[in-house]
């Protein structure tokens, strides 16, 4: 039987703030792949909305930590066990991992939830007359996206969607500057061989 040591910090603004979890001991590596935070060494749970999602769900510090920390550590003990990936799959890190995420949680794909992100940021009336971003060739009112686009509003406010809307532009227009790149070098490379 694996024992882990751990640490849970809880902050003063918990339930509305996750708590944030270390493992002390030197059992779980301190590696992307076993999902923990380069930037400080925490264990990563879950994705901000996932984790927001459980509290809402479960505000006490127990239900919240059952419905993370456990699945979490069964995960990396199978995973030290056996190799492989996560048993109960996982999100890609970073801002890849918040869309992934989020795409699941509309129900829609990636390359449309920088769309819904933007109707959610209008007031509702508003935002029911767009077309729908889940290619329904619906309006948002008669679609069913709209109460995910509901519930997507009561997990943050204004602010925290403005800003992951803009990590993932930011974040798209990062990657298009490196294929742009890695094109002009492979371009450059031809010509100067030729």
Do not use: W
């Amino acid at each position: 039987m694996r024992e882990f040591q751990l640490s849970v910090h809880i902050p003063p603004s918990f339930p509305n703030v996750p708590p944030v979890v270390f493992e002390n001991g030197g059992v779980i590596p301190c590696e992307p792949d076993f999902h923990v935070n380069g930037h400080d060494g925490s264990l990563c749970l879950g994705s901000p909305l996932a984790l927001r999602r459980v509290l809402r769900a479960h505000p006490e510090l127990r239900g919240f930590l059952v419905h993370t920390l456990r699945p979490y550590l069964y995960a990396v003990s199978v995973k030290l066990d056996r190799g492989g990936p996560f048993v109960f799959g996982e999100l890609r890190h970073g801002s890849e991992g918040k869309l992934q995420d989020l795409a699941d949680d509309l129900g829609i794909a990636e390359s449309c939830v920088l769309a819904a992100l933007n109707l959610a940021l209008l007031p509702d009336e508003e935002a029911c007359e767009m077309p729908c971003p889940c290619g329904c060739a619906k309006a948002l009112a008669e679609c069913s996206l709209r109460d995910r686009i509901a519930d997507l509003r009561s997990l943050s406010n204004k602010r925290e969607l403005e800003s992951l809307r803009d990590e993932f532009v930011y974040g798209g227009l990062l990657a298009d500057l490196k294929e742009t790149t890695r094109q002009i070098t492979a371009a450059t490379a031809r010509l100067r061989s030729t």
